[in-house]
């Protein structure tokens, strides 16, 4: 991968290799990245997806956003841009520029491990219960639960209607977290992810 990317800025291979480290060690199956630039980060981690065997990657950058080389080349050169799903910023119209996004950082990535099967089924059917209380049933989808260290991560996604604000979307998806960490207090991260119908 770094052969695939040198010389293209913003990331050093070092860097990168961190990046990978963590998709690999933490399995997701959604990756959002926020702020493309070249996609030299895209491509680490697209690259770490699809060692996993797994995963999709959605990277976003800010309307007009033209970099030399074009994310496409450098993603297309490295061999992953079948892992990447490139929006920007189309389907949120009230946002017209990413400057910054802050995410709680460990100084090594925690392992995550699968859960055994009858322990997340029994967790997911809990999740769906509240879910069906607090935003209503049918609309949660794409569980996934992971035991680290620090207790278990939860993430799922959540549809609401086409024409729900943005904000009441967010509102819904907080307030699910809440009563889903006040439900079941082994889980140590919640992650609802609102998605339109």
């Not at 060692?51 to 976003?60: P, Q, S």
């Amino acid at each position: 991968m770094a052969a695939a990317v040198a010389g293209v800025p913003f990331m050093s291979p070092e860097q990168g290799r961190v990046v990978y480290d963590h998709v690999r060690s933490a399995r997701p199956v959604e990756v959002l990245e926020l702020g493309t630039a070249h996609g030299v980060g895209a491509a680490y981690m697209a690259a770490a997806l699809a060692d996993n065997g797994a995963g999709r990657l959605t990277t976003v950058d800010f309307a007009g956003a033209a970099y030399d080389p074009a994310p496409e080349q450098v993603l297309a050169r490295a061999g992953v841009a079948d892992r990447v799903e490139r929006r920007i910023l189309r389907e949120v119209p009230e946002v017209s520029r990413i400057d910054i996004h802050l995410e709680e950082a460990d100084a090594e990535p925690a392992p995550a491990e699968e859960l055994p099967p009858e322990l997340r089924e029994r967790i997911e059917r809990r999740v769906v219960e509240v879910a069906s209380r607090v935003v209503g049933d049918g609309r949660l989808h794409d569980l996934l639960l992971r035991r680290t260290p620090a207790g278990l991560y939860l993430s799922c996604h959540c549809f609401f209607p086409a024409e729900t604000a943005l904000s009441e979307a967010h509102a819904a998806t907080d307030r699910l977290e809440h009563a889903l960490r006040d439900a079941i207090p082994e889980l140590h991260r919640v992650a609802v992810h609102a998605e339109p119908e």
